[in-house]
């Protein structure tokens, strides 16, 4: 992983205060909701699997983002049994990956948080529950290393042929 230290990881890892009450709540409803059924593991990316997306169908969802139109693997495999399957994001740094979804047609993360419970699983997430899991998924942004550009070497000012 290169961008360690979220808070999550300084919970894990035995800092109980890393995380605040709501991103505990957050997390809690994560796991309730099954959410963790596709986003697991440590980079909660379902050891890159691919996921039939969406699942559940909702016509105002499918006419305001258009998510069915793409085809997801089968863009490239050309079978059938492929389509509208694609490779489970990471959720490591989403607060800082806007916009969602393959088609980027979701703007914020609380409403790409409300879609998902959605179309994925037929749930309706109240305002408060939106907010505790979109404050526990800011708990995922870690340190980014340090990177150091490199110098180009100094030019005589001429054009070289």
């Known amino acids: ?18 995380l605040s009450a709501q991103q505990i709540r957050g997390m809690d409803k994560v796991a309730e909701l099954g959410c963790t059924s596709c986003h697991s593991g440590a980079a909660f990316n379902g050891a890159g699997v691919f996921q039939k997306f969406p699942v559940n169908t909702d016509g105002y969802l499918e006419a305001k983002f258009h998510f069915s139109k793409d085809k997801g693997v089968a863009e490239v ?15 490591r740094n989403i607060a800082l990956t806007a916009p969602y ?52 070497p100094a030019t005589t000012g001429k054009t070289v042929n």
């Open 1 to 18: 992983m290169i961008t360690p230290n979220s808070p999550y990881d300084k919970f894990v890892s035995g800092d109980k205060s890393a």
């Open 77 to 91: 495999s050309k079978k059938a049994d492929d389509e509208h399957f694609w490779k489970v994001p990471t959720l």
């Open 101 to 152: 979804f393959h088609n980027g047609s979701v703007a914020t993360l609380d409403e790409a948080v409300k879609v998902m419970a959605k179309v994925q699983l037929n749930k309706e997430l109240s305002k408060d529950e939106t907010a505790d899991i979109v404050a526990f998924l800011n708990g995922l942004t870690g340190e980014f290393p340090k990177q150091t550009l490199p110098t180009l």
